[in-house]
């Protein structure tokens, strides 16, 4: 009678343990899958503010009649918006920055027909078509920072004034006077894989936010709805 009461408290003690080790299953599924749309959640909110300085932008671009752009530093994962006066010329290289940078230097270093510094720069500055662009006044004209507690940021930008797809250093997503906007394909990711694609499209500057990769974004930075080739 001892004997069978032993063998029944023990089988009791083994379902137990099996509850037991169910319910842990349980909670750390429901805890993963909470941190996972916490996470989403999240990288979101990062793709939602940026896509508002690319609609502000635009619609700033469409009321003055002034060309802006959204200046992304892929380094510092930082952006902000600029107006620009003046003709911009459109840099292909990656890094933007760089590549004006080397310009305006080759541009000083030739010689001048005239023979003197000031007509130097002034012939550099009249070939470059350079216009200045500056931050605009209140909150989208100052460096916002992507969040870091997620590693969130943009991963690669596909915009169409560049031969190749931007990784790093500084690129810029262009808005123009007339009402259109440069066609681009920004991608904002967290260290889990997890990737928001926000998509500007050139006709009526609409920021579409994918959660996921668009798919063959160079052909949509390069190619019209009919599948015709268009030019920066």
């Excluded at 004997?3 to 750390?28: D, F, N």
């Excluded at 380094?75 to 620009?84: A, K, L, M, T």
């Excluded at 070939?127 to 006044?137: D, E, Q, R």
Aim: charged share 30%; with cysteine.
């Amino acid at each position: 009678m001892r004997q069978e009461r032993h063998i029944g408290e023990r089988g009791m003690t083994l379902i137990e343990i099996m509850v037991v080790l169910a319910i842990i299953a349980l909670l750390g599924f429901a805890v993963s899958m909470g941190v996972g749309k916490v996470r989403k959640t999240e990288l979101r909110s990062a793709a939602g503010r940026l896509a508002t300085a690319l609609r502000s932008a635009f619609d700033r671009a469409s009321t003055t009649g002034a060309h802006h752009r959204v200046v992304i530093d892929l380094d510092e994962q930082v952006f902000r918006v600029e107006r620009c006066e003046g003709k911009v010329r459109l840099r292909r290289s990656i890094n933007e920055e760089k590549e004006e940078e080397q310009n305006e230097q080759a541009e000083l270093a030739a010689p001048s027909p005239e023979g003197t510094v000031e007509a130097a720069v002034a012939a550099a500055s009249q070939s470059l078509g350079h216009g200045s662009c500056a931050s605009v006044k209140g909150d989208m004209g100052k460096p916002r920072q992507l969040p870091k507690k997620r590693s969130i940021g943009v991963s690669k930008v596909y915009v169409a004034h560049l031969e190749e797809p931007a990784e790093e250093g500084k690129v810029s997503v262009n808005f123009f006077p007339l009402g259109h906007a440069e066609r681009a394909v920004i991608e904002v990711a967290d260290d889990d894989d997890n990737v928001f694609s926000l998509v500007v499209h050139p006709l009526s500057g609409r920021v579409q936010i994918v959660p996921d990769k668009w798919q063959h974004p160079e052909e949509f930075v390069t190619h019209d709805a009919e599948g015709n080739e268009v030019k920066p």
